[in-house]
């Protein structure tokens, strides 16, 4: 059977339903709780103060997420399939308790720390399951649900922030997604079959992950310390312990990446600095979207959440959509969904103070329909280039490119916006700079995307004629 005549049903043959269950209950934990923190920080803020952490809550759980991805192998192999996925749900769990109860911003910063690590984890045993459950033919459409799985988090998620942010009560939107986590963690248990551990576990890279996770904080803290010359260093400290992160992974013994990850003449190597770059667009637009929608044009905690929201509903959309296209419908969508994204944003971010909230609403699904279709074939044609032997470790390490994308996406957010003057106050001048500067750089990372998108698919003729 073609990739373009099987049918959805095919996802559940074979006992691959409760693969598909797993996989997207666990993707669910993770999306919903993006969508809550983005919708109830200005409640956050100003309950616990520390608005020049805005962004932290979100870059600490990507940073989290980081590590906990990177060590999802290792902690399937030590106790098993099973056992990994309710141990992972449990931590996550203890994170959201930690979060409603948080007395501090250090204090809600910590328990998103922990939040990410369980996230992490979830997230990297479910997308294991892609590659080796759901073959050619049916991946693209196991790729698409996952994007549901984004919609029906993009609708729950603002919902339960907002609508505790409009009761002044922002911790209950940490306490409604419990009964979530603990049906997750239940269902993981009792849905896996039990897995024998194997019979050697890969050592833990602490030191990689030292690096990489030290990198993405560096430029966090730049944003904070108030002084250009301070945060360009610590910009250009990122930059070199990120690089190092890969020269130490290509000589590991165990690397956690590909071998050209981070290599433009390599389609992998493209592919996963257009990831990068997607996530970082899609972050930083998101991110301060709801502060700007309530503080600049007067819209309520509720409905400023379903900004956001706007977006992943494109992008659902545009994944299901597109999910059979193929020739040069396939090629419409990977190269040109990034640049019809750039130009909305970059609507957005000049027309922002004067753009009327329907306007914005309309540029954001843009966003989200450009870049949906785009990362559903990005995503099939890295697995489709990986090289031979390292097929397992490309598709694995997608979620942790995307989370790094986020994770910067965030920091560079919160650097950019206390450049522009956010950490003095929230005031509508404040908020509308950075709002201004924020988008506009995610505008930027958008068209980049698109340029890469362009080197892609001719390295991807050039391979076909050489085959």
């Not at 043959?13 to 209950?25: C, P, T, W």
């Not at 027309?351 to 309309?362: D, K, S």
């Not at 990372?445 to 698919?457: G, I, P, Q, T």
């Amino acid at each position: 059977m073609t990739s373009n005549s099987s049918p959805w049903t095919a996802l559940f043959r074979d006992g691959r339903g409760i693969y598909v269950i797993a996989l997207n209950l666990g993707i669910g934990l993770h999306a919903i709780d993006v969508f809550v923190i983005s919708t109830v920080m200005p409640a956050v803020v100003r309950d616990l103060g520390g608005i020049a952490f805005y962004a932290w809550a979100t870059m600490l759980y990507m940073i989290a997420s980081i590590m906990g991805a990177a060590s999802g192998n290792t902690l399937r192999a030590a106790v098993g399939a099973r056992n990994g996925y309710s141990l992972a749900g449990l931590i996550f769990l203890l994170g959201t308790i930690a979060a409603a109860a948080a007395p501090s911003m250090a204090a809600l910063l910590a328990a998103r720390f922990v939040q990410g690590l369980g996230g992490g984890l979830i997230v990297a045993q479910s997308m294991g399951l892609v590659r080796e459950l759901f073959d050619d033919s049916v991946r693209t459409r196991a790729l698409a649900t996952i994007s549901g799985v984004w919609g029906v988090a993009a609708l729950l998620g603002p919902l339960l922030g907002g609508l505790f942010g409009e009761l002044g009560w922002w911790r209950g939107a940490f306490v409604a997604t419990l009964p979530l986590i603990a049906v997750f963690v239940i269902l993981a248990w009792r849905m896996l079959p039990v897995s024998e551990r194997a019979h050697s576990v890969p050592r833990l890279p602490f030191r990689r992950l030292l690096f990489l996770g030290g990198g993405v904080l560096a430029v966090g803290v730049g944003g904070t310390t108030g002084s250009l010359i301070l945060e360009l260093a610590l910009l250009l400290l990122a930059v070199v312990m990120v690089y190092l992160t890969f020269r130490l992974d290509a000589e590991a013994e165990v690397p956690l990446f590909p071998s050209r990850a981070i290599s433009l003449n390599h389609r992998v190597g493209v592919a996963f600095a257009m990831f990068f770059l997607m996530s970082i667009t899609h972050s930083a637009a998101g991110l301060f979207l709801p502060l700007v929608m309530q503080v600049i044009h007067g819209v309520g905690p509720l409905a400023a959440g379903y900004f956001n929201a706007i977006l992943a509903l494109g992008w659902t959309v545009s994944a299901f959509i597109t999910a059979s296209w193929k020739g040069r419908a396939e090629v419409f969508a990977l190269a040109w969904g990034p640049a019809f994204a750039g130009i909305a944003l970059a609507v957005v971010a000049i027309a922002l103070p004067w753009l009327h909230p329907i306007a914005i609403g309309v540029c954001m699904a843009i966003t989200g329909l450009g870049i949906g279709g785009s990362s559903l074939h990005l995503t099939a044609a890295t697995m489709a280039g990986a090289l031979t032997g390292e097929e397992a470790r490309t598709a694995s390490t997608i979620p942790t490119v995307r989370m790094l994308g986020i994770a910067f996406g965030s920091a560079g957010a919160g650097l950019l916006a206390n450049l522009a003057g956010l950490a003095k106050g929230i005031t509508a001048a404040n908020v509308q700079a950075a709002g201004v500067v924020v988008i506009g750089a995610a505008a930027i990372a958008a068209v980049l995307v698109f340029l890469l998108a362009l080197r892609l698919l001719a390295q991807r003729r050039v391979t076909a004629m050489a085959e």
